[in-house]
């Protein structure tokens, strides 16, 4: 199976909203809702942001938000903080026990 | 607050073995799978598979299958993943992560370690 596909960088400034999309194949993104989202702020663990398609953990904003169509899933950003800055990586279930990651997306808050 | 602790940074030669770990505290560890992902430096995140404690069932992706060896040992609520000859390509930054409750309902990684930096180089 191949990573699935992430833009590279998104920018956007405070206050603003941005989406990320992350893109797959009908044996993965488009065969289960089972994807997830994680923000990971270098040098720290990553921390979930999604579960299963639209999923927020307890507590988490809900300026941060998921959706699916198809093969591509999206996570949206709303009212863009300056903490938000960090690199975003999507992931999806692909069956026989195995997950796919994206290669990531660095979000830059003008 | 449930803590997934790994073991210390480590610099080897390539050839070298190596075992790498991971604590699972404040939740029973034998309930839920642990899994490894790789990050190499500049790139992005690779699933390398999981464990359940409970019983060992371990799976791995194909792209991990035969380089590395995932272990726990449930008594000190402790994961490992270890390599018995080191390669340059392994210089990574090594995260632990533990699956959701019903991992195979809904697939997601609700806790991580805060990374193994492994460096192997002559």
């Known amino acids: 199976q191949s990573a699935l596909t992430q833009p590279a960088s998104v920018s956007g400034s405070p206050g603003q909203s941005i989406t990320i999309s992350c893109t797959g194949t009908s044996s993965d993104v488009g065969n289960y809702n089972l994807v997830s989202w994680y923000q990971h702020h270098p040098g720290k663990a990553p921390k979930l942001m999604i579960s299963e398609v639209s999923k927020r953990p307890s507590g988490l904003s809900n300026r941060f938000s998921g959706s699916k169509s198809g093969n591509t899933a999206s996570l949206t950003i709303s009212g863009l903080q300056t903490e938000d800055e960090a690199d975003y990586y999507c992931?999806?279930?692909?069956?026989?026990?195995?997950?796919?990651f994206g290669g990531g997306t660095k979000l830059t808050v003008l | 607050e449930v803590q997934l602790v790994q073991s210390g940074a480590e610099v080897r030669k390539p050839g070298d073995s190596l075992k790498i770990s991971c604590k699972g505290s404040e939740y029973t560890f034998t309930s839920y799978w642990i899994g490894w992902v790789r990050q190499v430096p500049g790139r992005g995140l690779e699933w390398m598979g999981l464990i359940y404690p409970g019983d060992s069932d371990t799976r791995y992706s194909p792209s991990f299958q035969g380089q590395v060896t995932i272990s726990a040992d449930k008594s000190i609520s402790t994961a490992y993943l270890q390599w018995s000859s080191l390669k340059a390509s392994d210089t990574a930054m090594y995260f632990c992560?533990?699956?959701?409750?019903?991992?195979?309902?809904?697939?997601?990684?609700?806790?991580w370690g805060q990374g193994t930096l492994v460096t192997v180089s002559s």
């Open positions: 992931c999806s279930y692909a069956g026989s026990g195995i997950l796919l």
């Open positions: 992560a533990r699956g959701s409750y019903n991992f195979w309902s809904d697939s997601y990684l609700d806790h």
